[in-house]
């Protein structure tokens, strides 16, 4: 076990917040983080473990025309952002994303750590994806109209390094997209700590909206959009409600995912953010020199 200082502020102080599953989160008394403390050490071999038992049954399905097609769908905002024509993936897991960004037009490259992922897009689906880290992949800066993560930050152990090094791949004017677990959440508060998405082992970095956009900012992004989606009042793994009790639960959430866009408590978070355009752009900043 090692301790850890917060990620986003550097303090060295941390509150304990919750226990679960033998981990502990902790929440940095200073800009508010959640962040897992200690953790284990060499945690990416357990993770690995634990995707490698469910690759062969989930891979395909990321390739499935119905989640091709959800996948194109959703990248289709981005494509306002194409210039440079190239889009990166950090976390590709299997490649299922990065496919139908291929099919949209884009020129994808992914990285994935864990390996078994990584070779399986490469090798069934011919997609590029690097087996490491991004701060290792030693990409070309400035290339990236879009630098894309679902379901990566939470698993982050520094995500202040990452968002720095997808700073310096984005093309000036590209953008990062973030999509996260939101601990601000109505379904936090509804199911409290037996959230399946609260899970030390694994996700050592719990996100808000407020601490999402600082992380996002100290890179040297401007943040340009913040949403969050989803309501859930029952574990994930809750028996479906029938007749009026399914009816009731929807009443509840509809409202509540109404004013999710106000609230910014659903249960993820998305956030756009740009890099700068850079001296060329002019209008973009009244000031001139002289
Ligand atoms: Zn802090
Ligand atoms: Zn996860």
């Given at each position: 076990m090692?301790?850890?200082?917060?990620?986003?502020?550097?303090?060295?102080?941390?509150?304990?917040?919750?226990?679960?599953?033998?981990?502990?989160?902790?929440?940095?008394?200073?800009?508010?983080?959640?962040?897992?403390?200690?953790?284990?050490?060499?945690?990416?071999?357990?993770?690995?473990?634990?995707?490698?038992?469910?690759?062969?049954?989930?891979?395909?399905?990321?390739?499935?025309?119905?989640?091709?097609?959800?996948?194109?769908?959703?990248?289709?905002?981005?494509?306002?952002?194409?210039?440079?024509?190239?889009?990166?993936?950090?976390g590709?897991?299997?490649?299922?994303?990065?496919?139908?960004?291929r099919?949209?037009g884009?020129?994808?490259?992914?990285?994935?750590?864990?390996?078994?992922?990584?070779?399986?897009?490469?090798?069934?689906?011919?997609?590029?994806?690097?087996p490491?880290?991004?701060?290792?992949?030693?990409?070309?800066?400035?290339?990236?109209?879009?630098?894309?993560?679902?379901?990566v930050?939470?698993?982050?152990?520094?995500?202040a390094?990452?968002?720095?090094?997808?700073?310096?791949?984005?093309r000036?004017?590209?953008?990062?997209?973030?999509?996260?677990?939101?601990?601000?959440?109505?379904t936090?508060?509804?199911?409290?700590?037996?959230?399946?998405?609260i899970?030390?082992a694994?996700?050592?970095?719990?996100?808000?909206?407020?601490?999402?956009?600082?992380f996002?900012?100290?890179?040297?992004?401007?943040v340009?959009?913040?949403?969050?989606?989803?309501?859930?009042?029952?574990p994930?793994n809750?028996?479906?409600l029938?007749?009026?009790?399914?009816?009731?639960?929807?009443?509840?959430?509809?409202p509540?995912?109404?004013?999710?866009?106000?609230?910014?408590?659903?249960?993820?978070?998305?956030?756009?953010?740009?890099k700068?355009?850079?001296?060329?752009?002019?209008?973009?900043?009244?000031?001139?020199?002289?």
């Amino acid at each position: 076990m090692e301790t850890v200082a917060c990620d986003l502020c550097g303090s060295p102080e941390s509150e304990l917040l919750l226990e679960k599953d033998g981990g502990r989160y902790a929440r940095c008394p200073h800009c508010g983080f959640i962040f897992t403390n200690p953790r284990r050490l060499r945690f990416e071999a357990d993770n690995e473990a634990a995707f490698l038992e469910g690759l062969a049954r989930y891979a395909e399905k990321n390739y499935s025309p119905k989640k091709q097609r959800e996948y194109r769908r959703s990248l289709r905002p981005l494509a306002r952002w194409r210039k440079t024509n190239r889009f990166l993936e950090i976390g590709s897991n299997v490649g299922g994303l990065l496919a139908a960004a291929r099919a949209e037009g884009w020129e994808v490259m992914g990285v994935e750590p864990v390996a078994e992922c990584a070779r399986y897009g490469r090798e069934r689906h011919g997609l590029e994806i690097l087996p490491c880290v991004l701060e290792v992949a030693n990409l070309p800066g400035d290339s990236f109209d879009v630098v894309y993560s679902n379901a990566v930050f939470e698993h982050l152990a520094s995500p202040a390094s990452v968002l720095r090094e997808a700073h310096r791949l984005a093309r000036p004017g590209g953008v990062v997209f973030i999509d996260t677990v939101n601990y601000d959440s109505y379904t936090r508060r509804f199911i409290g700590p037996g959230w399946k998405l609260i899970a030390p082992a694994d996700h050592l970095s719990l996100f808000t909206p407020g601490t999402l956009r600082r992380f996002c900012a100290q890179a040297g992004f401007r943040v340009t959009r913040v949403e969050t989606h989803g309501v859930r009042l029952r574990p994930n793994n809750s028996p479906r409600l029938r007749g009026l009790a399914r009816w009731g639960e929807e009443l509840v959430k509809l409202p509540l995912s109404l004013l999710c866009r106000w609230t910014l408590k659903g249960d993820s978070i998305s956030v756009l953010a740009q890099k700068d355009a850079g001296p060329s752009t002019a209008g973009a900043s009244p000031a001139r020199p002289g």
